[in-house]
């Protein structure tokens, strides 16, 4: 019976060691899943404003690219006018390689009348010695 008596009493020091636990337990639990509400609240909010962010981003990106897609558009219409007028050009641009090659083409003649002058200038003083 001695073994019995021992027994009882750690099962007597186990009970009461149980009964002040619980109310400890229930306020660590209380405390424990405010505190997890208050870091889900956290990280919830966290991401809310690393979406806001991004939002704040995807808006700012696309009004650079409506930004750019109206520089594009002024570009391409500035081009087209400028192959417009160079069309336009074009008949006068053609006359005026046309004319600078006949110029060319004059001065080689120019340079070939005075070669052919000069020879002849020699020939007539030649014939005038005699």
Sequence with gaps: ???????????????????????????????????????????????????????NMNKLTSLKYLEMKDIAVNISRNLKDLNQKYAALQPYLDQITLIEEQVAALEQAAYKLDAYSKKLEAKYKKLERR
């Design 1 to 55: 019976m001695a073994a019995t008596a021992e027994d009882d009493a750690v099962v007597e020091t186990a009970e009461e060691a149980t009964e002040p636990a619980e109310a400890d337990i229930t306020g660590l639990c209380q405390d424990m899943f405010s505190k997890m509400a208050t870091y889900l609240t956290g990280e919830l909010t966290a991401t809310s404003e690393d979406y806001k962010l991004l939002e």
